[in-house]
């Protein structure tokens, strides 16, 4: 064969293998592209229709007012738009440019924003005790200081307190204050249990007032807000009068009138307002792409605020420092949600790094922002978050089997009560090896069932939700959720499992409710006691004293019960200094109940030992001791007796 033709066919042969070879490549980048980007190409027309199609539903299921929503992708603002009213009453109606909503927590991303421009300047340090750059003492609890670090993941071990965190008007005192007379017990070594802190973010932005020498206000609105061109966006309570009059009312649901604007004194926390347009510019400068991706730090700052810093779980979302992971029908998403009583927020960054979605509602019963992040997320990232197989066999679901309840209660207050009786979670066994995780239902009323996934890791049957399960330091299982990595649930004991608790408190309350009765209408009967035989004046005796101690035994309960009502009325309530007088005064009348206790023993020796009494009325003593004594058992458990005074 001719030379010549078999350099020709050489030369055929490596170009047909290299074009396979790159229509390979391809293929393989398209994939690998696909499951962070769009299937469906994202354009402001489609995102009308899509939006304009679903938001005015979900303000109707969801009771909802007025809402407002912005996406950015690829450095740009593809599309705001408010939806129902700002104004109910008047008719006005929201407007993604103009209208200002509270965004609740999201106020706590600008904060911790803060503290990264001050840690690229070098003028804070992520893994130094905060003693450091405080003027006043952080006690160490557990041998171990608190960082800084620890305050942006929400693992600084700070209990829950809600003592003057709202007020009723006027304008929040200064943020030192608050801080200082404020700080929560430490009830987890720091680093070890997520606990979400309103008061740890509080902490972060008095630490930028002193690394800054600004007050928190000020150094925003120069270094976050001008910087961006957020003219709509304010965290000054209350608003300034050009911003006021284009604030959204409030609400807690459309068919309720107006609720007054909500001054909380953790402004850092929780304290914004802003338009979706505003918010839609602030998503921009923590994304990759665009002219406000570099405004506010650098890109590799940005990297280290997104990357997450703690993990409850190897499998499960992670929380970064400010921001956090969750799978919320759309794959894995970076952001954080905002919820104080009249309004509902969100921000998510997409995996993509290109693409953000922003959502806002003023009245605050229905979120609807994770229904609209599950359609976003289905119709613009399908592949993002492929359904789980689960395990072929199940094992250890029995050892999970108990009643769970979040690392962010008011373990240390009387409010602890309130969580004991409604905020548990009980897990148990489902049909085959599945478990049954709260009171979770399908549309049709049916249970959802979890199955295994991988090791400790539970999958709801619908596909929306995970668990994610491991042992703690003391070797108690904590649950930890897709939806939200900033708490996780801890085992509680046995002692108080809602199985427990609640026949205790409810036989018990009724036993003496109904002696209570009894005793006062034989009271009425007996009026000339004296004029009685003898037996019978020991039976007026024994009526008369176990009548006192069932008042004395009843009384706190009946005001927490009380209390309870009027908050349910007036949630801000449980903020103000009226309502620590009220828990004192439960407080007061338990240990009067305690006191009581030695009251039933005497009306019962009495009763056994009256030669005329009845086995009858010999039980009947004996259950009103154990009546008393197990409404003392409860109120041990809630609180109601041990108390340093704070809430």
């Not at 086995?615 to 003392?632: D, F, I, K, T």
Request: aromatic content about 8%.
């Amino acid at each position: 064969m001719h030379p010549s033709l078999d350099l020709r066919r050489l030369i055929r042969v490596a170009l047909l293998s290299t074009l396979v070879i790159t229509c390979q490549l391809a293929a393989s980048m398209r994939l690998a592209h696909a499951e962070a980007s769009p299937t469906v190409h994202m354009t402001a027309d489609d995102l009308s229709t899509f939006f304009d199609s679903r938001v005015p539903n979900e303000l109707t299921r969801g009771q909802v007012a007025g809402a407002a929503v912005a996406v950015v992708r690829d450095g740009k603002i593809l599309f705001v738009r408010g939806y129902g009213h700002a104004d109910v009453a008047r008719g006005i109606p929201v407007s993604g440019t103009e209208t200002l909503f509270r965004i609740a927590s999201l106020s706590k991303v600008f904060t911790y924003t803060a503290v990264m421009q001050l840690v690229e300047r070098g003028q804070i340090d992520l893994d130094r005790d905060i003693a450091a750059y405080l003027d006043f003492p952080v006690p160490k609890a557990f041998g171990q200081p608190v960082t800084m670090r620890h305050l942006m993941t929400h693992t600084a071990g700070f209990d829950e307190t809600i003592e003057d965190r709202w007020i009723q008007s006027g304008s929040p005192g200064p943020l030192r204050d608050y801080v200082v007379r404020h700080m929560p017990r430490k009830i987890y070594p720091p680093g070890s249990t997520p606990s979400y802190s309103s008061y740890g973010t509080a902490l972060a932005a008095y630490i930028v007032e002193r690394v800054s020498g600004e007050t928190f206000d000020h150094y925003v609105e120069s270094n976050i807000l001008g910087r961006l061109g957020m003219r709509h966006t304010s965290f000054q309570q209350p608003l300034p009068e050009d911003l006021a009059a284009k604030a959204s009312k409030n609400y807690m649901s459309a068919r309720e009138p107006e609720r007054p604007f909500e001054i909380t004194q953790v402004s850092p926390s929780a304290g914004a307002s802003s338009t979706a347009a505003d918010m839609a510019k602030f998503m921009l400068a923590h994304l990759s792409a665009g002219e406000l991706a570099n405004k506010l730090f650098g890109p590799g700052t940005r990297a280290r605020m997104h990357t997450v810093a703690y993990r409850h779980h190897p499998s499960a979302p992670g929380v970064a420092l400010g921001v956090y992971e969750m799978e919320l029908g759309a794959g894995r998403v970076l952001g954080h949600h905002g919820d104080i009583p009249l309004s509902n927020s969100a921000m998510y960054l997409f995996a993509d790094g290109r693409t953000g979605l922003f959502v806002v509602q003023n009245s605050g019963v229905h979120p609807i922002r994770t229904s609209l992040l599950k359609q976003f997320g289905h119709r613009y990232f399908p592949l993002l978050s492929p359904p789980a197989v689960p395990l072929a066999a199940a094992s250890g679901a029995s050892s999970l089997v108990g009643s769970y309840m979040l690392t962010r209660s008011y373990a240390s207050s009387p409010l602890y009560m309130s969580d004991l009786l409604t905020n548990q979670t009980v897990i148990r066994q489902g049909p085959g090896a599945s478990l049954i995780i709260g009171r979770t239902h399908r549309e049709d009323g049916r249970a959802i069932t979890w199955r295994p996934i991988a090791e400790n890791v539970w999958q709801s049957d619908d596909g929306s939700a995970r668990k994610y399960f491991r042992r703690d330091l003391h070797g108690n299982w904590v649950m930890g959720h897709s939806s939200n990595p900033t708490h996780v649930d801890r085992r509680l004991p046995w002692y108080q499992h809602p199985h427990v608790i609640m026949p205790t408190l409810t036989i018990s309350l009724a036993v003496l409710c109904l002696h209570l009765i009894w005793r006062a209408g034989a009271a009425v009967w007996r009026r000339r006691a004296s004029k009685l035989p003898s037996s019978a004046r020991i039976g007026a005796s024994v009526g008369k004293v176990s009548l006192l101690a069932s008042v004395l035994t009843l009384s706190p309960w009946l005001l927490y019960a009380a209390t309870a009502v009027v908050v349910l009325n007036h949630k801000l309530l449980v903020s103000t200094p009226a309502f620590g007088m009220a828990l004192r005064c439960i407080q007061v009348l338990s240990w009067a109940a305690i006191g009581a206790i030695g009251l039933y023993l005497w009306a019962a020796v009495r009763t056994w030992r009256a030669t005329p009494a009845g086995w009858g009325q010999r039980a009947w003593q004996s259950v009103l001791v154990l009546a008393a004594l197990g409404l003392a058992t409860v109120a041990l458990q809630g609180n109601l007796l041990l108390w340093d005074g704070r809430w």
